[in-house]
């Protein structure tokens, strides 16, 4: 057998091609738009051991939380990065979407359309309040904007930006806060760490009542998210960087957590990633922060993380390669077809997944 075939026949079997992670999804199962209840959502809990599954509501959860666990949420805030603007020169209707802050004033973004916005072009938004200068074009067609204006940046975004609503949501978003997470604090994600929009304060408030431990941590979760992995090999796809921060207190109470002998419970594959580039070989979390590529695939060892709270992925997607690598992906892919028969809702408004 040629070397080529044997490495694709091994590739299948660790779950290594891309291709392993597609599943048929009808239309109608993309959620487009909230639950009035943020806690009223449907909940699928999968035993990663033996692939069995039951159906829930997520404000179950408090059943299958002990005194002790340890939840891990994501505090970051979703900018409202999407910016509609005009051509100074010629008035043409163009969008910037902001990605990350690389200086005072200078933003890295995704900009359309892409051959009207070279370097030295400007844009005017809403009422002339925000003005921008395109200065290069960066890694992947991304370009580096100035901004100009008068007043307070965070203020001047609210009333001229939206919130930047994955591609696959078609609807308008009535209310902001409802693509941020009820603990949301610090700004500059692109995107929420969806998972976490199922809380509700009542429900968190009961859970610490129940000696259920909150780990707060930051990852500012960027557009890379929704990228495609576009390589047949998935060691080969290029991951996203994401800017990252755990506190002394946040270490400090996962840490206590697993030596005590009891589960840490990460709330979203954002908070996932976040434990796991900062743990040590040992397990042990550390304070500490910066940026993180990390890439979880079938195959990678988890450090610190026992359980997890999260969303319906995107087929071929790295958040889907990221919880089969804990799950196992036949448990998992069995488990979608599961809620796709049961009419689970998808993606970012949708129900989501318990898996211990």
């Known amino acids: 057998m040629p070397e080529e075939t044997i490495n694709q026949e091994q590739n299948r079997a660790a779950g290594l091609r891309t291709a392993d992670y597609y599943f048929d999804l009808p239309k109608e199962l993309i959620a487009q738009d909230p639950l009035a209840d943020r806690s009223s959502s449907r909940m699928l809990m999968l035993d990663r051991g033996t692939g069995a599954v039951e159906h829930h509501g997520f404000a179950d959860i408090v059943r299958y939380v002990r005194p002790g666990d340890c939840l891990v949420l994501n505090n970051t805030k979703v900018i409202p990065a999407r910016l509609l603007g005009t051509k100074a020169d010629t008035g043409a209707a163009v969008e910037i979407l902001l990605l990350k802050q690389r200086e005072q004033d ?6 359309r359309p892409g051959k009207k916005l070279r370097p030295g072009a400007a844009v005017i938004f809403g009422d002339g309040r925000l003005r921008a200068e395109i200065l290069d074009v960066v890694e992947e067609g991304n370009r580096l904007v100035r901004f100009f204006y008068q007043g307070i940046w965070e203020e001047i975004l609210d009333s001229l930006g939206e919130m930047p609503l ?6 308008r978003l009535a209310d902001k806060n409802r693509y941020q997470t009820v603990y949301a604090r610090y700004e500059g994600s692109a995107a929420a760490p969806t998972a976490g929009l199922h809380f509700t304060d009542e429900l968190l408030a009961k859970l ?26 998935v060691r080969e796809h290029h991951m996203h960087t994401e800017r990252y921060q755990v506190t002394r207190e946040a270490a400090d109470k996962i840490n206590r957590a697993k030596e005590n002998g009891h589960r840490v419970i990460c709330v979203g594959t954002t908070s996932c990633r976040t ?6 070989e040992d397990g042990r979390l550390r304070a500490c922060g910066g940026d993180t590529d990390i890439f979880i695939y079938p195959g990678y060892r988890f450090k610190v993380m026992d359980g997890l709270i999260t969303n319906f992925h995107l087929p071929e997607s790295t958040l889907l390669m990221l919880v089969s690598a804990f799950a196992g992906r036949e448990h998992v892919l069995a488990a979608y077809e599961e809620a796709v028969r049961e009419r689970y809702r998808f993606f970012s408004f949708g129900d989501c997944m318990l898996i211990r």
């Open 208 to 233: 610490q009542g129940m000696g259920v431990e909150l780990a707060y941590v930051t990852l500012h979760v960027g557009l890379g998210t929704f990228r495609p992995v576009k390589v047949e090999n």
């Open 106 to 111: 200078v933003w890295e973004a995704l900009v």
């Open 275 to 280: 434990v796991e580039s900062a743990a040590g």
């Open 166 to 171: 994955p591609p696959y949501i078609t609807h």
